[in-house]
Every structure is written in C-alpha cells, then in structure tokens.
C-alpha cells in the first residue's frame, strides 16, 4: 500500500525533517510512527497524504507515484485514497455531526445523509447525528472525524496522535475503534507518542532526526 524510497524533506533554512527515510507498508497493515518531537512524524504523514511534496525520493500509495500528480491530481488522491484522522479535530462549528461527515461525501461525490448516518452509527454515534461539534465531548468529535475519514471507504487511514487529547475512557473507545478497522483489513498508518497504541499495531518504527532509529 505505502512504498517510500530514500525519501527526503529539507526546508530553505537547511533542516532536514526526513532524511533518507524508505518504509513499505503491506496492505491491511497497522504501522504505527513513533519518536520524539521534531522527529519528522507528521511530515511523514503530510507525504503520504499528498499535503507535501518531499525534496528527493519516491512516495507511492496503492500504486501510484505522487510525484507524477499535479494539484489537482493529488487532491484526487486525497478524496479517493486516503482519510485522515487529525488531532486537533477540525470539525466545521456550525455543522452537526451528520453533515461534517455529510460534507467529505461532497468533496468526493455527492452527499448521501442516509450513507453518512450508517457511518456514525458505526462508531456509536447515531443518536448525536444531529448535535453541533460543541455539544460533543472530545472523544465524540475525534470518532466524528472517523466516521468522515471513513466515509469516502479510503484504502489507506492515516492518523496523527488520535488519542492525544482524549481522558483514558475516550482513548479506549477509539483505540477499540482502530483495532476494529484493521481486523477487517483496513491499512492504518498511526502516528503517536502513546505505548499503549503501538502495543496494539503489528509493527511501529521509530523516527530520530527525520531518520528511521
């Protein structure tokens, strides 16, 4: 699903946030990125999402160079490849739960409110389909952004420290929530600081320097 080859990110100011990096992700896979701040984690998910271009080096995802994409290519390929669960949320604060899920349906196709309730029934939240993000608790908004980065069925999930800002009984639903996707063959790619996330992934590498330790 994911083949990275001697990837580099370097900025003007002469940082290197990847250096060197090559990583294979088998299909159905659940890799989870670790490492310290500054390590190069979320560039790494930027690249594969097609939110950034790397300076040397080839990404692939389900076949596919991105390198050979231009903008609208690799907006393609974030509507139909790839879903994204971020940390911070970013749900739209006048829509209900539904239509954020409803409104990732209309940037990939048409809005199907009937296909963006089975959704959110998946992670258990049919009943607050009609809520406004601030009337959810935090652990209710992030299984929210599940449901939307599901929606469009990607065939790769990425993640950026999804249990980072819940309490523990949050953190559990949605963990349950991620084992659940990857038994039935859903490819994650996890990025976290958290152990208790990558005890559960079938394999985690550890990002240093922007290098693979």
Aim: glycine fraction near 10%.
């Amino acid at each position: 699903m994911v083949l990275m080859e001697a990837v580099e990110k370097r900025y003007r100011e002469g940082v290197a946030a990847l250096d060197g990096v090559s990583l294979r992700v088998a299909r159905g896979e659940w890799v989870c990125v670790m490492g310290p701040s500054g390590s190069g984690k979320t560039t790494l998910l930027n690249l594969l999402a097609g939110l950034d271009r790397p300076t040397a080096g080839g990404v692939r995802v389900a076949g596919v160079a991105l390198d050979s994409l231009d903008g609208p290519g690799l907006a393609r390929h974030r509507r139909e490849t790839v879903g994204i669960l971020f940390q911070q949320f970013h749900l739209v604060g006048h829509l209900t739960a539904v239509e954020n899920v409803m409104l990732a349906q209309h940037f990939h196709s048409v809005a199907d409110e009937a296909e963006a309730l089975e959704a959110l029934a998946r992670v258990g939240l049919r009943e607050r389909a009609h809520h406004l993000p601030s009337r959810l608790s935090a652990g209710e908004q992030q299984r929210v952004c599940t449901a939307r980065a599901l929606i469009n069925a990607p065939r790769l999930l990425l993640a950026d420290e999804p249990t980072g800002s819940l309490d523990e009984a949050s953190k559990a639903v949605v963990l349950d929530l991620l084992a659940g996707l990857h038994a039935a063959g859903q490819t994650l790619v996890v990025v976290t600081h958290d152990p208790s996330i990558g005890a559960r992934a079938d394999r985690c590498v550890r990002l240093e320097h922007g290098r693979l330790a």
